[in-house]
């Protein structure tokens, strides 16, 4: 697309969308996002992007955790399913997320979902499963630049604005997990792939 026509067109989806009141999710570079997948990048904290992984010695299910190295870009992920009648991603919405890849390990899709809360630990784990039926996952602002969170807005969690953020729990075996409420906080901004690249990988673990 001639970039001209690209800013006046990305100009005109905002003003559209700040309209009816939905903000655009930018990636690094302060490009909106409308679709694809995009490497969620830590800032102000340590380690790289996420993967997914199983717990305690069992290949499942998956959880999604975040490579302890700041140099691993993990597997990117994907949005999908908000309400808003938007063509860009929108900030402060309920939507789904997905880690763009095919999970061989255990035979299925890898949306994102809250976990059982784990009652040993008082904690609740981020895992990879089935398209959940209730999507409420948040891509909400953290600051001035293009940092974002992940937060949690369930009809269970009692908090101010009914929203928990994503954090890092670090378990006994060093694993950087995502979890709600702990006490690493988890911003990043979201990295577009620079190299094309297959549109389904197969992940064998
Ligand atoms: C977004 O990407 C998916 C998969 O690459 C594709 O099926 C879909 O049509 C795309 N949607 C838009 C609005 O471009
Ligand atoms: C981090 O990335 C390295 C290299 O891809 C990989 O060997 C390691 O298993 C990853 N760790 C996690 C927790 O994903
Ligand atoms: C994800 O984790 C698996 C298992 O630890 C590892 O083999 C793989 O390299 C990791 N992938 C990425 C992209 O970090």
Redesign the pocket.
Known sequence: MNPKFYFFFAFMTVLAATAIGAVPVTDANGEIIFNGSYYVFPIDAEGG?V???GRGGKPCPLEIVQ?SSNS????PIKFSYWKSNVGFVPESESLNIEMDIVATTCGQSTYWSVDESDSERKMWFLSAGPKPEMFHFQIQKTGDFFSYKFVVCPSWIESRDGCVDVGIFVDENGVRRLALDTNLPFSFLLMKPIVAKDSSKT?S?
């Open positions: 992007g993967n997914l992984s490579n691993e870009l993990g597997i992940m673990m």
